[in-house]
Every structure is written in structure tokens, then in C-alpha cells.
């Protein structure tokens, strides 16, 4: 069985192809903004300008052609309403032309079941952590849960806009990290758990603050020692609470070697695994989109429209 | 000593009829940020301990702090923890001992079934770590927040009733003041990203 899958609520645009389950194609292309942070109408034109194109280069690599796909796939939420749009056009006109049925996958779950392809890991906690979304999600009687998340803005965009005060263009987590390996000294910041869920926004205000009075590697350091270690605490609480012994990072912010590292150190100290989710995987792509519809193939929906808000614990599990 | 629970953020011992909560060294954390972290965590809970404990609300006795000032020795308290033996009907009492604990200016900070023992009938709130002193109402409503979304993840089955039982005697423990929580609680709720109903 084909599937082809689009991936389109933020950033990027990408469209994965798999066959019986195993990832033929994984391509895509990501929209910078010029200056400043995402607008979603810009990012929209650069997924409507670029995704015929992408597409194309899917089923080139995968060697398949658009005929011979049995199954269309769509990110429907999470994510920005002009961007999620794209996806979902393009997928209709697709499944409408040819005749086949279309899956609506939630992007927080495509996530986690990627991971737990690529990892092998079966029942992990899953910090995920990109530009808007940071959650720890954990396995619960039939669905995925929310176990704890940020009250405020995501981790991502605590990093791009504290890079753009440093003049660090988007997406400004990889400079910090290489900036943050020059930081020598700790400069105390705001350290925010609030039972399971973290905040981001009081520390950027306080870091906006410190900017030209600090070293800008000193504050880079700083900043990633402190947010990503109230990320490993609020992951550690819930796989202590929900007596889960293995640990997966994804979303964008997984790239970061030095959070890596965190998951590793805190998961062999309580005897847990720690699996290294390769950048491909890791990041917003289509065949975590394409292998979630391939699970979900079986799934009756009737509401089809994308969701700016969609839950990760409105999706029934039906396949685990 | 025996080891009793390894929690996320301490390791649990058990000393004849004491028991003792070391925060251990959290070897991800940088140490400028771990050693004040632990020993502040450990003096806020002691703190928040003897007040509820003076007031005779059903929590640990504390006894002391280490030298160290990562280990604080408390009385034990032979009970069920409240998540495996849940039940219900408990949910009332739960609400007049946080009702009680916030009217001290106390927010629990961590309020989850885990942390909740049952012993002889009676509920007992445990693990103080979070907790700080408040009597806003805002931080009082991350309480009602947290428990909230704790009774969801982790009995979704029972998790509407218990909390209607829950908030119920909570309201009328904190009469007049409750209003005004009620008001911060929907803020939350609606600040919280991705709920239902967009």
C-alpha cells in the first residue's frame, strides 16, 4: 500500500511517501522570513509556489507515480490556518482526481508514531519541542496526552526572538547553541515549572533585559542551560508519574546537540533509554504525516477541515 | 534506610517511622543553577510544612533540614497513596484540605493523586516542593489548574465527577474569595494553548 503525505502547518512543506509502512520519500523545503518571525500568508504562498515541485521530487525518489498512491494523507492541525490550507487543497485535489481516500493526521501524533518507528522504542514519553509547540506527551489509556506544556509561547520562538534582539536571523537555535559553547559564565535567569507545564514568557522579558549588558555567549548559555533543563524536569516528572522508562526529543529544537545530552545524562541516571532522533525525523516532515495516515488507513472521518487548534488528545487510538 | 519511591525530583527513604527527602544532584543541570535550586526547594517545603502542619491540617510533621540542606526529615505517615487506591467519594475532603491550605497563603504548586495519601479514611497532602507562599488569585487557581488536568491524564475515566465533587467543596471552604479564583481559573483555561473549542 501507498501513502503520500503532506506536511504544511508551519515552516515547512513536505511530502513523505511510504509503502506498507516503510519511508520511501521524505522531501521538503522550509519558508524563512526575511526579517522577523513567520507571517503566515508569506509561508502559505511559499508552500502554494514550492509544492508542486516537492511533490514531484517525492515521487521521482520514491519511483511511484501519482496513480499508484491508495491513500492521501494531510497534516490537519496543529498550525496555522493559511499554511494547513495548502496541504489540505492540494491533498483534496489529489484524492478527488484519482479517487481516493483522504486521512486527516494530527501533527503532534504523526510525531510521536515517527519516532517510535525510527527509535523502536514502543511506550516513550515525548518531549516535543519546535517553534510553537512544546509539550511533554505521554501514552494513556487509548490516546496521547498532554502531560505537561508551556502556559506561555513555545521554546522555538523564545529562541528566534531573543536571537533576533542579538541580530541572530531565523531560525536562531542553531547559532545560540554554537554561541552557547562559548558562554563561560551562568548568569541567573527566571527558572519557571509550574507543577507539570513550564513558562517561557518570564524569561523572555528578563533576557530582553540583559541584552548589552552581558557577554552575548554568556547569555546564550545561560538561556539554553536554564529553559532546556526545565524541559528535562518536566519530562522526568512525567515519566516518573506515569512510570514510563524511555525518553524521545522531536520538533525542531531536537536538533540542539546540548539538549541531547540533558535526555541522555537524565535517562541513565534513572535507568531509562535515550534515543537520538535523526534531523530528518526530527523535524516537521511529510512521511511522519504519510506513516501516521498509513496507521490511521482504517479510520472513518467525517470532518476534514483543517484545525488551527486541534488537540493531540482529540485522536482516538485505535491502532495501538 | 531503605529506598521507598525515586520520584522525578527526590529519592524517598524511609527510617523507622521517618521519612527522608534528599534531593539528589541532577547531573543534567548545570550546578550553578542545580545546588541553590535544591537546597531553596527544600527549605520552601519545610516552610510550608510547619505552617500547615501548625494549623493542624492533615500534612507531614516536618522535623528538620541536613546540614547540607538538601535533606529534610519528616514524620511518616502510614497511608495509601491516593492515585492506585482513588476513589470518588475522597474527592470532597481533598477540597476542604486545599481550601484550608490556600486560606494559610500556601499554593501546593504539584497537586496530583500521587501526591495525596490516604490513611484511615483521611486525605493527606504530600510533596510540598513546589509550593510557595500566595494568596493571589491567580497562583491560587494554577492549583485548581494542575489538579485539573492530573485528574484527566491520569483517571480520565472518573476525572468529571471527581473534580465536580472536588471543586464543589472547595468553593464552599473558601466562600466569599472563591469568585475571584473562579474568574483566574477560566483565564488559564482559556490562555492554555489548544483547548477545546479552539
Redesign the interface.
Given at each position: 500500500m501507498y501513502v503520500l503525505g503532506i506536511e504544511s502547518t508551519a515552516h515547512t512543506f513536505g511530502v513523505g511517501i511510504i509503502k506498507d509502512g516503510e519511508v520511501l520519500a521524505n522531501e521538503r523545503d522550509v519558508y524563512k522570513p526575511k526579517a522577523g518571525g513567520i507571517i503566515p500568508s508569506e509561508a502559505a504562498l511559499h508552500h502554494y509556489e514550492l509544492g508542486p515541485a516537492i511533490l514531484k521530487r517525492a515521487l521521482d525518489k520514491a519511483k511511484v507515480s501519482l496513480d499508484q498512491i491508495d491513500l492521501f494523507a494531510f497534516s490537519q492541525g496543529?498550525g496555522l490556518l493559511p499554511c494547513l490550507k495548502v496541504g489540505y487543497q492540494m491533498i483534496k485535489f489529489l484524492a478527488d482526481k484519482y479517487d481516493k481516500k483522504i486521512i486527516g493526521v494530527n501533527h503532534c501524533v504523526a510525531h510521536i508514531e515517527i519516532a517510535r518507528k525510527v527509535t523502536g522504542l514502543n511506550d516513550p514519553v515525548m518531549l516535543y519541542v519546535s517553534g510553537g509547540n512544546t509539550q511533554v506527551i505521554?501514552y494513556?489509556?487509548g490516546?496521547y496526552?498532554?502531560?505537561g506544556?508551556?502556559?506561555?509561547i513555545g521554546i522555538g520562538n523564545l529562541l528566534d526572538k531573543t536571537g533576533r534582539r542579538l541580530g541572530i536571523p531565523f531560525p536562531a537555535g542553531p547559532k545560540i547553541e554554537e554561541l552557547a559553547k562559548l558562554g563561560k559564565n551562568?548568569i541567573?535567569l527566571p527558572?519557571v515549572?509550574?507543577?507539570?507545564?513550564v513558562s517561557f514568557s518570564g524569561i523572555e522579558t528578563f533576557v530582553s533585559q540583559m541584552i548589552e549588558k552581558h557577554q552575548v555567549e554568556d547569555i546564550c548559555f545561560s538561556l539554553q542551560?536554564?529553559v532546556f533543563?526545565m524541559l528535562?524536569?518536566a519530562s522526568?516528572?512525567a515519566?516518573?508519574?506515569?512510570k514510563k522508562d524511555s525518553l524521545i526529543i522531536a520538533g525542531g529544537v531536537a536538533a540542539n546537540a546540548r539538549l541531547n545530552?540533558?535526555?541522555k545524562?537524565?535517562c541513565d541516571?534513572?535507568n531509562a533509554r535515550f534515543e537520538f532522533m535523526k534531523k530528518e525525523y526530527a523535524g516537521d516532515n511529510g512521511a511522519m504525516i504519510a506513516y501516521t495516515g498509513y496507521l490511521m488507513r482504517d479510520y472513518a472521518q467525517d470532518d476534514l477541515s483543517p484545525k488551527?487548534?486541534?488537540?493531540?488528545d482529540?485522536v482516538e487510538i485505535k491502532y495501538r | 534506610m531503605k529506598i521507598i519511591a525515586r520520584g522525578a525530583e527526590a529519592i524517598i527513604y524511609e527510617d523507622d517511622d521517618e521519612i527522608i527527602k534528599y534531593r539528589e544532584r541532577k547531573k543534567y543541570r548545570l550546578p550553578e543553577i542545580d545546588a541553590p535550586m535544591r537546597k531553596s526547594r527544600t527549605k520552601r517545603e519545610f516552610t510550608a510544612l510547619s505552617a500547615c502542619h501548625r494549623a493542624g491540617l492533615n500534612v507531614p510533621k516536618p522535623v528538620k533540614i541536613s546540614a547540607e540542606g538538601d535533606k529534610l526529615y519528616m514524620e511518616k505517615i502510614e497511608g495509601e497513596q491516593f492515585d492506585s487506591a482513588f476513589s470518588v467519594e475522597k474527592m470532597s475532603d481533598v477540597g476542604v484540605l486545599l481550601a484550608a491550605i490556600s486560606k494559610l497563603g500556601i499554593v501546593h504548586g504539584d497537586l496530583t493523586t500521587a501526591n495525596i495519601l490516604v490513611k484511615r479514611g483521611q486525605v493527606y497532602l504530600i510533596d510540598f516542593g513546589l509550593s510557595y507562599f500566595s494568596k493571589k488569585d491567580e497562583d491560587r487557581a494554577t492549583d485548581l489548574f494542575l489538579f485539573k488536568n492530573a485528574l484527566k491524564s491520569r483517571h480520565p475515566d472518573d476525572a468529571k465527577k471527581a473534580y465536580k465533587l472536588f471543586i464543589e467543596a472547595y468553593e464552599a471552604a473558601m466562600g466569599k474569595e472563591f469568585k475571584g479564583i473562579e474568574t483566574h481559573l477560566k483565564d488559564i483555561e482559556r490562555r492554555g494553548r489548544y483547548h477545546e473549542n479552539g
Open positions: 496543529p505521554t494513556e489509556n490516546k496526552v498532554v502531560f506544556e508551556t502556559q506561555d551562568y541567573k527558572y515549572i509550574k507543577g507539570m507545564d542551560e536554564t533543563a528535562m524536569e522526568e516528572r515519566m516518573a508519574y506515569c545530552e540533558m535526555g545524562i537524565m541516571e534513572r488551527p487548534d486541534f488537540r493531540t482529540a | -
